[in-house]
C-alpha cells in the first residue's frame, strides 16, 4: 500500500527501503522461493513497480526458473534478461502469456534459436525487442516478428539474419530505432527499408552499403542517430534532422557537403581510427561547425590547425593522434565552450599545455596519460580555474621538484593546484610518485578520488593519505602495504571505497581484521589463496565479503563473514547461494580452519569446495577406479 501511494519518479527503480528488504527476503534461497511461488493472486496483483523488481533480482540470483515466469505475466512489463545463459525455447515459451510486455532485452542469449522466438509472435504490446549477438538467429526467425505491428524499436545486431530476412522488415511501418550492425546491408536493403519512415535511429555500421546507397538516408525526414562505421563510405550528403553520426574506421572525404541552411543540427561526431583526407570538407563545413562532441581519437589527418574553426566544441578526444606542441595552439582556438579535453597517448609536452592556459576558461576534466609532461605541468594545470579532474597516469610525475645542487626533493609540485577549489579528481597512476609525494599530496584537501600505482609505495603513503579529510575513494595499487600498516590505517571520515590491488604482502588475515574494523567500508583486493582459483576479487561493504572471479570464470562464489565469536568462512556456490539458515550454519562449521578459527579441534572439509555435479562426478570417477 505504501508503494501505490508514492509510485516511484524513475521508471520503477526508486523503492522503499521496506519494499527492497522484502525483495531481498524473497530471493533469499531456492526454499524461499518455493516458500511464496504458490501465492499466486498476491504475485498476480503486486504492482509493476515491484513486480519488476523481484523479478530482476531472481534473474540475478539465478533463481527464476522457466515454470515461475508464469507467476509475473500480469505484473511485469519490461524485460532484461542479456546474455543469462538460463534463457532459451523452454524459457521464451513462457513469455507467451505476457500479454502487457513492453520491453524484452535478451541481447547475448546465445541459446536462443528461431523457434524460440516463435512465441513472441502473440506480443501485441511489446514496444522494443532486442536480439543482438544471438548468432542462431536467421530470416526464419525474423518471419515470426512480422506481426509485432506495434514494435518502435529492435535491435538484431550480429545474428545470422541475411539480406531477404533484412528485406521484410519493411512492413514494421511503427519503427523508430533499428540496429543491424554487424549485417550484409547493402543499396537494395536500404532502398526497401525507406518504407520505415518514423525511423529516428539507425545503426548500420560494418554494412556494405555503399556512396550512391547513402543518398537513400535523405529519403529519412525524422533520421538523428546514424552509425556508418566500418563501412567503405566516404562521402555522406546533407541530412537536415541528423544529430550524431559515427563514421568510425572510415576513409573520408566530406560530412554534409553542398549544406545549405542556415543552422546545422549535428552536435556529436566520433571519428575514431578515421583516416580524414580532407579536414576541410569534413569538419569545418557550414554542416559540422556547430560541433559539440568531436572524437577523433586514433584519427589521422594532415592539418590540425582547422580545429579553431569548431567555436561549439564541448568535448574534444585527441588520444593517440599525431598532435603534438606545435599543432597544441589549434586547440587553444576553439574557446570557451571546450569542457573535455583528452590528448592521452600523444607527443604533448608539458611546454605545449602552457598554451591553453587563459584561452579554455570552462575547461573541467583534462587527460594527459601516457605522454611527455613531468612535474611543471602542474604550474600551467593551476592556471585552469575550473579543473575538477586531471589525469596525468603513466607519465613521468614525481610529486616535488629536486634542487640542481644535491638532486633531493626540496619544494613540493602540488602546491601549484591548491588554488583549484573544483579539482575533486587525480590520477596519478603508474607515475613515479613515492611515499614522499604523497606527504606533499596533503596540500590538496579539496581532493575526493585519487588513484595510485606504483612500486615505490608503502604503508607510509597510506597513512599520509588518511589526512585528506574530504577522500571518498581511494585507490593505492601495486603498493608494498603490510597487515600492520593497513590495520594501522584510519580512514578518513567520508571515505566509502578503498582499492588495494595488487598489495601482493597482505594476507587473507589481515584484510579480515581490517574489515571488522571498518564494517561500512567497501574494500578491494586481490587474493590468491590455496583453495582458491586465481582472478578472484573481493569487495566488503558493510560486514559481507563479495567474491567475484575473473571475467573469464563463469560461476561466482560468496564468502561471508560469521559471527564475532568465530571468524567462520563460508563458500556457496552461485547457483545455490543462501541456501536455508540451517544449510548455511553446517557449511560454516565445516569451513573452519585452525588458522582463521583458532581452533585445533575444526578441521576442513575439502568437498564444500565442488558442486553437487562436481561430487557426483568425483564419486563415479572413484568408484570406476
Given at each position: 500500500q ?27 534461497s531456492?526454499?524461499?522461493?518455493q516458500?511464496?511461488r504458490?501465492?499466486?493472486r ?11 523488481a523481484?523479478f530482476h533480482?531472481l534473474v ?10 508464469e507467476?509475473f505475466r ?8 542479456c ?12 513469455l ?11 541481447a ?6 528461431n ?22 538467429i536467421?530470416?526464419?526467425g ?28 519493411s512492413?514494421?511501418t511503427s ?25 529516428e ?7 556494405t552499403i555503399?556512396n550512391?546507397g ?11 542517430f ?8 566516404t ?10 553520426l ?9 560530412i ?6 542556415s543552422e546545422?543540427p549535428?552536435?556529436e ?24 562532441v568531436?572524437d577523433?581519437?586514433a ?9 579553431g574553426g569548431?567555436?561549439?566544441?564541448y568535448?574534444?578526444?585527441?588520444s593517440?593522434?599525431a ?33 591553453l592556459?587563459?584561452?579554455?576558461p ?5 587527460s ?8 611543471s ?26 634542487t640542481?645542487?644535491?638532486?633531493l626533493?626540496n619544494?613540493?609540485s ?9 579539482l ?19 596540500c ?10 606504483g612500486d ?19 585507490s593505492?595499487?601495486g ?9 594501522s ?10 582499492d ?14 581490517f ?6 567500508l ?5 587474493l590468491?589463496?590455496?583453495e ?16 567475484k ?8 562464489i560468496?564468502l561471508k563473514?560469521?559471527s ?9 556456490n552461485?547457483?545455490?547461494?543462501k ?27 575439502e568437498r564444500?569446495?565442488y ?15
Open positions: 505504501q508503494q501505490q501511494q508514492h509510485p516511484p519518479t524513475h521508471g520503477g527503480e526508486a523503492l522503499t527501503r521496506l519494499a527492497r528488504l522484502c525483495i531481498e527476503a524473497a530471493c533469499q531456492k526454499d524461499s522461493v516458500m511464496w504458490k501465492q499466486r498476491t504475485l498476480e496483483r503486486l504492482p509493476i513497480e515491484l513486480g519488476e523481484l533480482q540475478r540470483y539465478r533463481l527464476l526458473t522457466a515454470p515461475l515466469l507467476s500480469y505484473s511485469v512489463q519490461g524485460i532484461n534478461v546474455g543469462e545463459a538460463m534463457v532459451d525455447a523452454n524459457w521464451m515459451a513462457y507467451s502469456d505476457f500479454r502487457h510486455l513492453r520491453v524484452l532485452r535478451a547475448d542469449c546465445r541459446s536462443l534459436s523457434s524460440a522466438i516463435r512465441s513472441l509472435a502473440g506480443l501485441d504490446c511489446l514496444e522494443e525487442l532486442d536480439l543482438s549477438r544471438c548468432t542462431k536467421t530470416n526464419e525474423l518471419e515470426h516478428l512480422i506481426s509485432l505491428k506495434s514494435l518502435q524499436k529492435l535491435g538484431i545486431s550480429e545474428t545470422g539474419v541475411g539480406v531477404q530476412g533484412l528485406i521484410s522488415l512492413s514494421l519503427l523508430k530505432s533499428l540496429d543491424l550492425g554487424g549485417l550484409p546491408v547493402t543499396d537494395e536493403v536500404l532502398s526497401s527499408l525507406l518504407a520505415l519512415n518514423q525511423l535511429h539507425l545503426y548500420i555500421w560494418g554494412s555503399s550512391k547513402v543518398l537513400l538516408l535523405q529519403a529519412f525526414p525524422h533520421l538523428q546514424l552509425n556508418l562505421a566500418w563501412t567503405s563510405i562521402r555522406v550528403p546533407p541530412l537536415p534532422s541528423l544529430r550524431y559515427n563514421l568510425s574506421k572510415c576513409t573520408i572525404v566530406s554534409f557537403e553542398g549544406w545549405e541552411r546545422a549535428l552536435q561526431l566520433y571519428l575514431t581510427g578515421s583516416d580524414i583526407l580532407y579536414p576541410v570538407e569534413a569538419l569545418i563545413g557550414p554542416g559540422t561547425r556547430n560541433v559539440e568531436l577523433l581519437s584519427a589521422t589527418m594532415p592539418n590540425y590547425a582547422i580545429l569548431l567555436k561549439s566544441l568535448m574534444l578526444d585527441l593517440g593522434t598532435i603534438s606542441n606545435h599543432t597544441l595552439n589549434s586547440v587553444a582556438e576553439v574557446g570557451g565552450n571546450l569542457r573535455q579535453l583528452n590528448l592521452s597517448g600523444t607527443k604533448v609536452e608539458s611546454e605545449g599545455v602552457s598554451v592556459v587563459g584561452h579554455v570552462k575547461l573541467e576534466e583534462i594527459l596519460s601516457g605522454t611527455r609532461v613531468d612535474d605541468v602542474f604550474s600551467f594545470l593551476g592556471l585552469m580555474p575550473a579543473l575538477k579532474s586531471i589525469d596525468l597516469s603513466h607519465t613521468g610525475i614525481k610529486g616535488y621538484f629536486c640542481t645542487e644535491t638532486g626533493a619544494t613540493s602540488f602546491k601549484s593546484l591548491e588554488h583549484l577549489h573544483q575533486i579528481c587525480l590520477n596519478l597512476q603508474n607515475t613515479l610518485i613515492c611515499n614522499k609525494s604523497c606527504r606533499h599530496l596533503t590538496l584537501r579539496q581532493l575526493c578520488h585519487i588513484y595510485l600505482r615505490f609505495l608503502s604503508d607510509t603513503a597510506l597513512h599520509s593519505l588518511s589526512l585528506i579529510a574530504n577522500l571518498v575513494c581511494l593505492v595499487q603498493a608494498v602495504i603490510t597487515d600492520s600498516g593497513l590495520l590505517f584510519r580512514p578518513p571520515p567520508l571515505l566509502e571505497e578503498l588495494i590491488t595488487d598489495c601482493w604482502l597482505l594476507t587473507k588475515m589481515g584484510i579480515l581484521e574489515c571488522k574494523e571498518n564494517p561500512g567497501l574494500l578491494r583486493h586481490e590468491l589463496p590455496d582458491w582459483d586465481c582472478g578472484i576479487q573481493v569487495a566488503w561493504r558493510k560486514g559481507d565479503i563479495k567474491v572471479r575473473d571475467s573469464t570464470i563463469p560461476q561466482w560468496t563473514k560469521a564475532a565469536s568465530s571468524s567462520l568462512l563460508t563458500l556457496e552461485c547457483n545455490e547461494r541456501n536455508a539458515r540451517q544449510k548455511r550454519s553446517q557449511k560454516k562449521l565445516a569451513l573452519a580452519t585452525k588458522r582463521e578459527a583458532g581452533d585445533s579441534g575444526k578441521v576442513l572439509d564444500i569446495k558442486s553437487l555435479s562436481d561430487l557426483l562426478c568425483l564419486r563415479q570417477l572413484a568408484l570406476s577406479n
